[in-house]
């Protein structure tokens, strides 16, 4: 069974900086490319990261909205992806969800979320 | 590439048909999924590449479209449907739509 399960989201003061985890299970991590999509209290979907697998160099790509305070990065031999986020804004409050994509380029599997909430 | 999602709620009747539609801003190429999300819930994959069905998703969920018109159809409305659909092109970056919430009447 593919499984995803978030961590390290909770309430941050703006300005500064947290680390969200993604620990996967059930699948060959390693061949895949991980994301990371946010969702703000009751609003739709932003993908906000990528990460490709080795054959593709470890390429990153990141949304307008978030380019030069998130940085993605992942640990094949741990299966885990990691989002770290500075410079946090109140914008940044929302879900967070790690997915992985598969090969027709669609977000598959999906965790269930981190909380991040911004505020002094 | 922007989605526009239409309608933003809809409300119909147990057994309905009911249609979804998600227009892009540019031509998608068919790089169209559909997601529904229920509430407290992280989004689960129903079609992908305009008209497949994810594994395990019940037949009474169709896609088409083509360009930059797209469709979601329920052919016979469940209460377990009651959920916010969003659109997702993946031809040019990813993006999503702004959901349709579906009511039950």
């Known amino acids: 069974e593919v499984k995803l399960e978030e961590s390290g989201g909770g309430l941050v003061q703006p300005g500064m900086s947290v680390k969200l985890s993604c620990a996967t299970s059930?699948?060959?991590?390693?061949?895949?490319?991980m994301e990371w999509v946010r969702q703000a209290p009751g609003k739709g979907l932003e993908w906000v990261a990528e990460?490709?697998?080795?054959?593709?160099?470890?390429?990153?790509y990141y949304g307008k909205s978030v380019k030069g305070r998130f940085t993605i990065s992942r640990d094949d031999s741990k299966s885990i992806v990691y989002l770290q986020v500075n410079s946090i804004r109140s914008e940044d409050t929302g879900i967070y969800y790690c997915?992985?994509?598969?090969?027709?380029?669609?977000?598959?599997?999906w965790g269930q979320g981190a909380s991040v909430t911004v505020s002094s | 590439i922007q989605l526009t999602q239409s309608p933003s709620l809809l409300s119909a009747s147990v057994g309905d048909r009911v249609t979804l539609s998600c227009k892009g801003s540019?031509?998608?190429?068919?790089?169209l999924a559909w997601y529904q999300q229920k509430l407290g819930e992280a989004p689960k994959l129903l079609i992908y590449?305009?008209?497949s069905l994810q594994t395990g998703i019940p037949s009474r969920f169709s896609g088409s479209g083509s360009g930059t018109d797209y469709t979601l159809t329920i052919s016979s409305l469940q209460p377990e449907d009651v959920a916010t659909y969003f659109c997702?092109?993946?031809?040019?970056?990813?993006?999503f739509g702004s959901g349709t919430k579906l009511e039950i009447k």
């Open positions: 997915t992985r994509l598969s090969r027709n380029y669609v977000m598959d599997a």
């Open positions: 059930g699948f060959t991590f390693s061949d895949y490319w």
């Open positions: 990460i490709r697998n080795k054959a593709n160099n470890y390429a990153t």
């Open positions: 540019q031509n998608i190429n068919n790089y």
């Open positions: 590449n305009t008209n």
């Open positions: 997702y092109q993946y031809n040019n970056g990813y993006t």
